[in-house]
């Protein structure tokens, strides 16, 4: 599909005055294998040393995010010192946060915002879910709380999914017993995930509608909150305007954020509906798109400054 964005080494960064960059993971941060692309700690040091904060905006649970974004547990390499050595000292802290698809905004450190549903409506989702593995789908549910998740499956194969995006996860006897704030709710089907959302999820009430987050991911949540929300509590925060804003994105559930930056990017990846409503385009996930754009956004040295 051709996008109808400007591609983004025709973007004259002189021009710019970026204040906030947030990105979305799965699909656009993170490379092939889930991982923070190659270059990724040089360019979030260059954006500290431009006074811009960078923000992950992720379905994924805070506890994923936090041991993510810290280079000594996250997987990745940071940036180096002048002798090439790893400096922990040195390193720049992500301490502003995204989570569970806009449910939870962490700012400095400290929680701004959360939504939590109804004990009503967890109970509504986890029969929905039980339906739907009666029917024949291959279900699992996973109980998304602010300082962790719950699930009662325990094969290995749904298991090594849960665990890719909460590394926060409970296993107990039977999901409807446990007692505490839920923000989201997320099903992880192992055939079609919006095929599922509506035949599975279609009777619950309208403020509690699916929202599809991956290819295999729904989430059940307040249907007025999406990352787009939080966006805009996180720049009130910062007092930061929409016009000094990135944003960017490849899937669904970051429709209503790239609505909230100036600046929005569909990765070369992304869903048809990110690529035709984003302003600007971005190579793909698995060429560190978000990585080379930034680059060329925020390097000095670059020809284009």
């Not at 970026?18 to 979030?44: A, H, K, N």
């Not at 107990?172 to 997320?186: I, M, R, S, T, Y």
């Not at 990352?227 to 305007?241: D, F, I, M, N, Y």
Request: proline share 4%; charged share 25%; hydrophobic share 40%.
């Amino acid at each position: 599909m051709q996008h109808r964005g400007i591609m983004w080494r025709d973007i004259d960064p002189r021009e710019l005055d970026i204040r906030l960059v947030v990105c979305d993971m799965d699909g656009t941060l993170l490379d092939g294998g889930s991982q923070l692309p190659e270059g990724f700690w040089e360019v979030y040091r260059l954006l500290t040393e431009h006074n811009v904060t960078f923000v992950p905006a992720s379905g994924r649970q805070l506890a994923t995010l936090t041991k993510m974004f810290q280079p000594t547990d996250g997987g990745a390499e940071g940036p180096e010192d002048a002798q090439g050595a790893h400096s922990e000292d040195s390193l720049p802290q992500t301490n502003d946060f995204i989570a569970e698809n806009g449910n939870l905004v962490i700012h400095s450190g400290e929680r701004v915002w959360q939504s939590v549903i109804p004990e009503s409506i967890a109970q509504e989702v986890i029969s929905a879910v039980r339906r739907g593995a009666d029917e024949g789908r291959n279900l699992g549910l996973v109980m998304c709380a602010a300082d962790g998740a719950y699930v009662d499956r325990d094969d290995d194969a749904f298991l090594a999914e849960a665990r890719k995006y909460y590394a926060s996860l409970d296993i107990v006897p039977d999901v409807a017993d446990v007692e505490d704030d839920f923000l989201k709710f997320a099903i992880y089907d192992f055939d079609d995930a919006e095929s599922a959302a509506e035949s599975v999820f279609g009777a619950l009430d309208d403020r509690y509608r699916p929202v599809v987050s991956g290819q295999h991911w729904i989430d059940v949540m307040d249907s007025s909150v999406n990352k787009g929300v939080a966006l805009r509590r996180l720049q009130e925060s910062l007092g930061v305007t929409r016009e000094q804003t990135a944003v960017f994105g490849d899937y669904l559930n970051d429709r209503e954020m790239i609505a909230e930056g100036q600046y929005s990017f569909a990765m070369e990846n992304a869903h048809p509906t990110i690529m035709e409503e984003a302003n600007y385009c971005a190579p793909a996930n698995t060429e560190a798109g978000v990585v080379q754009v930034l680059r060329h956004l925020f390097d000095d040295t670059s020809e284009a400054h």
